[in-house]
């Protein structure tokens, strides 16, 4: 069974960088496409983007300049690094493995982290 | 605000039918038959139910259905039950730049 689990501080100063892993266990993280996806508190889930196992990134157009994903097959993980983050970036974070062979379908998701930012 | 328009909530009883609502516009839904929907309850890993506007992903109930007009998206959900208590967010495909975007998601009451 499929499982994710992301991990990484709750709490994160404005200014700083928020990072999280995602750590994937009953798959490989190849051949696969992994996703960030974030909700903040009271409203609807959004896509931050999605990485390749080859390491190819698309990135949500409003998140590009602040966000880095990375894969690190040796651990079996993904990561998110999102710079500058201000109050608006507290949300609750989800990673997600994309459905191989569907378009926009996320058929396992994390349970998700909730992050602060907050001084 | 969510780039696709979901009631806020709804309500039903067991045994009951009921019918959640996502109106995109004509670059997403009305678009792309790639709509999918999420169930998603407190604390737990939203779970897909339905892609490609009606496909039921192996070990999803058939009660479990979806449909597209034009601009708008539904899921129907027959057969209340009180295990269906969640939140349902809709999904859809935006174009290779967005890729997707979601509704607000839809809280179902089983009363």
């Known amino acids: 069974q499929v499982q994710l689990q992301e991990s990484g501080p709750g709490v994160v100063k404005p200014s700083e960088t928020l990072s999280l892993n995602c750590t994937v266990s009953?798959?490989?993280?190849?051949?696969?496409?992994w996703s960030w996806f974030r909700q903040p508190p009271g409203k609807g889930l959004e896509l931050i983007g999605y990485?390749?196992?080859?390491?190819?990134?698309n990135y949500n157009p409003s998140l590009k300049s602040r966000v880095t994903f990375s894969v690190d097959m040796s651990k079996n993980q993904f990561s998110l690094a999102l710079t500058s983050v201000t109050a608006a970036d507290t949300a609750v974070y989800y990673c997600a493995r994309e459905s191989p062979g569907k378009v926009g379908a996320a058929d396992y998701w994390g349970q998700g982290t909730l992050v602060t930012v907050s001084s | 605000q969510s780039a696709l328009t979901q009631p806020a909530s709804v309500s039903g009883s067991p045994g009951q039918s009921i019918t959640i609502t996502c109106t995109g516009t004509s670059s997403d839904v009305g678009r792309y038959n790639y709509v999918s929907w999420y169930q998603h309850r407190p604390g737990k890993a939203p779970k897909l139910i339905i892609y490609?506007?009606?496909q039921r992903p192996s070990g999803v109930s058939y009660r479990f259905s979806g449909a597209k007009s034009g601009n708008t998206a539904s899921l129907t959900i027959s057969g209340l039950q009180a295990e269906d208590e969640a939140t349902y967010h809709c999904c859809s495909f935006a174009g290779a730049n967005t890729y997707v975007v979601f509704g607000g998601g839809t809280h179902l009451t089983v009363l």
């Open positions: 990485i390749y196992y080859t390491g190819d990134t």
């Open positions: 009953g798959d490989s993280v190849i051949p696969h496409y």
């Open positions: 490609d506007v009606n």
